[in-house]
């Protein structure tokens, strides 16, 4: 199932090549059984200075490196959401993770065209794991984190049964696995729905954190 897994984000990258040469932010938000949660609120929360956000849809691959600002894409899912950057990502930087995760769980996947890279765990409005430089390292220890421990381990196995080093493609896996969220080959090819974000929370720059 694990092979089954990477190896379909291995393809989602070679048909959308440019991602890999840039940057993305997967981030999945769920919330349990409490369904008042609004995607909306969090996002505006989570980045916007002055709680002013726009709604918008448009083309992931075309529009949002022409767009001023900072453009989140979205899906509603059922206990939650998940949100999708594709330039350098803002819901990355832990301030956004911890406050998307005040009432729920949040796992991060996020690299950028400078090849840094982040696995990242929070709940309760706190950090609870952090993996950086996925490609370039071995993962922190694990300990009680259950919710992603399964995942992380099954791919690092699998890296060392393969004689490689964990990749991007590994890096979605993890999210996949640890939730059951899927980003398709197809997600990226349709107009989907968005935030804009004007006037966005000073940058820390998630990478350096």
Not at 55 to 73: I, N
Request: with cysteine.
């Amino acid at each position: 199932m694990i092979e089954d897994v990477v190896r379909r984000y291995k393809q989602f990258l070679n048909e959308h090549e440019w991602l890999a040469y840039g940057s993305l932010g997967w981030t999945v938000c769920l919330y349990g059984e409490n369904t008042s949660i609004d995607i909306e609120e969090q996002v505006t929360r989570a980045l916007s200075r002055s709680g002013q956000i726009e709604r918008s849809a448009m083309s992931v691959v075309e529009e949002p490196l022409c767009t001023p600002g900072v453009v989140v894409f979205y899906e509603r899912l059922a206990y939650g959401f998940f949100l999708l950057e594709v330039e350098e990502s803002c819901v990355s930087e832990s301030r956004a993770l911890r406050t998307l995760s005040e009432e729920g769980s949040v796992w991060n996947a996020s690299w950028n065209s400078g090849y840094h890279s982040r696995f990242t765990y929070s709940e309760g409005g706190a950090i609870a794991y952090k993996w950086s430089d996925v490609q370039f390292s071995t993962p922190p220890p694990v300990g009680a984190l259950q919710r992603a421990a399964e995942a992380i381990a099954g791919v690092v196995e699998l890296c060392h049964t393969e004689n490689r080093h964990p990749s991007f493609a590994d890096l979605l896996a993890i999210v996949d696995l640890s939730t059951g969220v899927t980003l398709s080959n197809v997600w990226l090819d349709e107009i989907r729905p968005c935030y804009i974000i004007r006037d966005p929370l000073p940058r820390v720059g998630w990478a350096y954190e």
